[in-house]
């Protein structure tokens, strides 16, 4: 096996026994490493960073970071200390980076070969983006978009819109955005956007901006190429462009956690096949399991509470496996009947992968 990159020091508290350390700015959660009670801890949670992470001096005095509203009847830059007081909700919500998947891709686009484990389900808390426009005045007329910028800090003599981190979503997102300020009872760590972030449930990773500084609502996608190029569903071998679908809103996903090959052969007999499954924008309403790579299904059982429509739910099936090889798979159903696809959507940048057959493993019974 490679050898194993150490943690970058900006996440050195983290658990490195938990992680697969792709590049400093690409962590991925081990699969081993998920358990079964739902949240993922913080110190497990996957990490990506577009732009290297800001300085630990922006979480010295949280309180006193300063998002610029603009967009809104009445524009303003607020503190934290002034948002916490505007009001609180909190939300269970997956975090999934949109290429999470791109490594079970045969064309192997470019960008980090994620597996399964860019994605976590995590408590966020922090006011709602409703209450903070509606003291501002409500949003502008003629809005289309509310548009997030990341508070890094950009290299000088480089076109900022060819680096900075800013993204639009349809305005309707609005509705269940929050800007969170703690993540799973504990003060929003600077890897995962503290001291604040944005949290649009149900959108793919890439939407919810870590550090942020100005939240907009505009008329217009903004022109930085992260929007404009990047994160779009453009066909094989195209570069993305407004004509392609962003990556927002996600999809019904479900995956296995254990048994799994990593972990090694299986003794023959009962076994329990666990996972989780997701709805994206919609409540996931049950999970098959197929031990014969997709022939036959049965239905799992959800286990453990439920979080909400844009947590995910653990699952569990009880087999007995005879001695052999197996292909095991799950497919998730959500509320509205869609059904996770057992063909992956091709597209250039590996993006959006919820192919029950690309997440399929086999096993070895013995
Ligand atoms: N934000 C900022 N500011 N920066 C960066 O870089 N990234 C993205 C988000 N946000 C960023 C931001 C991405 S891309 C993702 S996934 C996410 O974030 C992640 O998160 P964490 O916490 O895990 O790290 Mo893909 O779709």
């Known amino acids: 096996s490679p050898a194993a990159k150490p943690l970058p020091s900006y996440v050195s508290w983290k ?18 490493a998920f358990g079964t009670s739902v949240i993922t801890p913080a110190e497990q949670l996957y990490v ?17 970071w300063e998002l610029q509203i603009e967009g809104v009847k ?11 007081r505007m009001g609180l909700e909190t939300v269970t919500a997956v975090l999934q980076c949109s290429g999470n998947g791109r490594g079970l891709f045969p064309s192997k686009p470019s960008g980090t070969p994620w597996q399964i484990g860019a994605a976590g389900c995590v408590v966020w808390s922090g006011v709602p983006v409703r209450a903070l426009i509606a003291a501002l005045g409500g949003v502008a007329d003629g809005m289309v978009y ?28 609005l509705d269940e955005a929050i800007l969170a300020w703690e993540m799973n009872g504990a003060p929003l760590p600077l890897a995962h956007g503290g001291p604040l972030r944005l949290i649009i449930p149900g959108y793919a990773g890439v939407n919810n901006i870590k550090y942020i500084k100005r939240l907009a609502f505009t008329t217009e996608q903004t022109e930085a190429n992260i929007q404009k190029h990047g994160y779009r569903i453009s066909p094989p071998g195209q570069k993305g462009d407004a004509t392609h679908p962003s990556v927002w809103e996600m999809n019904v996903k479900s995956w ?16 329990l096949i666990q996972g989780v499954a997701f709805g994206g924008m919609h409540a996931v309403k049950t999970v098959e399991v197929s031990v014969d790579g997709g022939k036959t299904w049965k239905a799992a059982r959800f286990i453990g509470p439920d979080m909400g429509k844009y947590a995910w739910r653990q699952f569990v099936l009880a087999v007995r496996l005879d001695a052999g090889n197996y292909t095991i798979a799950c497919r ?15 597209n250039a ?16 019974v013995v």
């Open 48 to 64: 990506r960073n577009n732009l290297p992470a800001p300085d630990a001096s922006i979480i010295a005095n949280r309180d006193a």
């Open 146 to 173: 509310m548009t997030g910028t990341g508070g890094e800090k950009l290299p000088e003599g480089i076109d900022p819109k060819s680096i900075m981190v800013e993204r639009s979503v349809p305005l309707k997102a």
């Open 332 to 346: 998730a159903t959500d509320s509205q009947g869609q059904v996770q696809p057992e063909a992956r959507a091709e």
């Open 256 to 271: 296995i956690n254990s048994p799994a090959p990593e972990t090694g052969d299986i003794p023959a007999g009962d076994t």
């Open 74 to 84: 009445r524009p303003a830059t607020l503190k934290l200390q002034q948002l916490k």
């Open 15 to 32: 658990d490195s026994s938990a992680l697969i350390v792709h590049s400093s700015g690409t962590i991925e959660t081990r699969r081993s």
């Open 349 to 364: 940048g590996g993006y959006n992968n919820n192919s029950w057959k690309d997440h399929a493993m086999q096993i070895n």
